[in-house]
């Protein structure tokens, strides 16, 4: 069984920085893509930002793009989002998640393509 958990969430004002933390355990991380979502009250999870198995390759959803970066540490089991210049249109929880499929050369944006899912962290930006 795959554990996912998040950490690093919290208050900031519009403007400022956060980074994310995703620990894995139970599975060879380094065989799977990774991925971001968020939900904010009210509406829909949606994806934020992916990155490949390998760690070659990233896609983000546009509204993110140029202010958040999504890494992997194969070596520590661990997946990050480093979020600048954040917006109150930002506040969400925020979750992460662990592909499907092993050495996968596309982008999974979908909820569903995602088995493994951590229990969220709040991120709230003040305006």
């Known amino acids: 069984q795959v554990q996912l958990v998040e950490s690093g969430g919290g208050l900031v004002q519009a403007g400022g920085s956060l980074r994310l933390s995703c620990a894995a355990s139970?599975?060879?991380?380094?065989?799977?893509?990774m991925g971001w979502f968020r939900q904010a009250p009210g509406k829909e999870r949606e994806f934020v930002a992916t990155?490949?198995?390998?760690?070659?390759?990233?896609y983000y959803t546009d509204s993110v793009k140029g202010r958040f970066t999504i890494s992997r540490d194969n070596a520590k089991n661990t997946v990050y989002l480093q979020m600048n210049s954040l917006k109150p249109e930002d506040t969400a929880v925020y979750y992460c998640?662990?592909?499907?499929?092993?050495?996968?050369?596309?982008?999974?944006?979908?909820?569903?393509?995602?088995?493994?899912w951590g229990q969220g962290t709040q991120v709230t930006v003040s305006s």
């Open positions: 990155i490949r198995w390998s760690g070659s390759s990233t």
């Open positions: 998640a662990a592909g499907v499929r092993a050495y996968y050369y596309g982008y999974d944006v979908r909820p569903e393509e995602y088995a493994y």
């Open positions: 139970g599975r060879t991380f380094s065989s799977y893509a």
